[in-house]
């Protein structure tokens, strides 16, 4: 058994594990594919990570994972399939094993929301990616769209804009959620478009995704199509042992706490305002802190 497992390896996971072994404790990671950071593996470049003027997320994700390598945290690569409290916290994992710990600190993030529009399963992975970072390399030289206004699908438009002919970029409202720096130096670029207040209504193809028909009746023929319209939070798993809120992030404040003793939640998954790398990080130490706070003085016998 150990004093904590810790679910997920992204920077909220990460840190909490770094933190937690520096204070003594046995703690392990728990991960599916422990090949990255999480989620900024595909963020092109983190310009807001205090001390890194110019890095991308698999670089700074590197960074993180060799400080967590170099301190001596183990990783276990298998998937968590079930979450159980009897008398400590138990993580039922994929290939039979059951990793037992007093406190879990749960960091699973978040995946990649989809439209819901006609077509969209079909072509998903023939034309359709969540992920241009991953997927952007294909289109070379050809024309692709991106969805969303937040700093993902800027982001994305500004890594795909020097690979591919044509980048159009689509947001439902003229207002963008992301960095408006990035706004403007897409604006520069003379290969992005902007398609502004409308959505894709459907997207068509024969075997692979050949173009999208947008609301105002519009038809635009296009290679690929990258969906970058924010995430829904990894907490079903948690969901008998945690207060959620409408969007199923679950309910904590900074400190991880949540109604179950024991159990903390870090990152992506839990209610918060701002959800940057640097907030991840941040999370995980409270989190371990947190951890760290309930051992010593709510351990029971
Ligand atoms: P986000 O900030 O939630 O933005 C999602 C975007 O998708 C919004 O513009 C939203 O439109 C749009 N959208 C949502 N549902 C839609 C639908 N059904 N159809 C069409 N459009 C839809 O998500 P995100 O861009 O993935 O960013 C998540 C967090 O990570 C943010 O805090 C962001 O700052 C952070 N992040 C940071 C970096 C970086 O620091 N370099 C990089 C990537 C992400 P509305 O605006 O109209 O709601």
């Known amino acids: 058994m150990y004093e904590t497992a810790v679910i997920g390896s992204g920077p909220a996971g990460l840190n909490a594990a770094l933190y937690l072994k ?48 170099a301190s001596g945290v183990p990783v276990l690569e298998d998937e968590v399939t079930g979450i159980i409290h009897k008398d400590i916290w138990q993580a039922v994992l994929a290939s039979g094993k059951i990793i037992g710990a007093e406190t879990l600190i749960y960091a699973a993030g978040a995946v990649p929301r989809e439209l819901g529009i006609p077509g969209e399963k079909t072509y998903r992975g023939k034309g359709i990616s969540y992920c241009a970072y991953c997927d952007g390399s294909l289109f070379r030289g050809k024309d692709t769209a991106v969805i969303g206004g937040g700093d993902t699908a800027l982001d994305d438009a500004l890594y795909l804009s020097g690979l591919c002919r044509k980048v159009y970029l ?40 050949e173009g999208i028909f947008l609301d105002d009746g519009r038809k635009i ?26 969007n199923g992030y679950v309910i904590a404040g900074e400190d991880g706490i949540t109604v179950s003793p024991g159990l903390f939640v870090a990152g992506d998954v839990r209610t918060k305002k701002l959800r940057q790398v640097i907030t991840a990080v941040s999370d995980g130490a409270n989190a371990a802190a947190s951890a760290i706070q309930y051992m010593k003085f709510c351990r029971k016998g």
């Open 22 to 69: 520096r204070a003594g404790k046995d703690v392990i990671i728990i991960e599916k594919e422990y090949e990255g950071a999480g989620q900024i593996t595909q963020s092109i470049c983190v310009g807001n990570y205090l001390g890194f003027q110019d890095v991308s997320g698999a670089e700074l994700g590197e960074y993180f994972r060799q400080h967590v390598f």
């Open 221 to 246: 023929r296009l290679n690929g199509l990258f969906v970058a319209i924010g995430s829904i939070p990894r907490s079903d798993m948690i969901k008998d042992y945690v207060q959620r809120d409408e």
């Open 170 to 209: 689509i947001h439902r409202r003229e207002e963008f959620r992301g960095n408006n720096a990035i706004v403007e130096s897409l604006r520069k670029r003379k290969n992005v478009e902007f398609l502004l207040k409308t959505s894709v209504r459907e997207v068509y193809g024969q075997g692979r995704l």
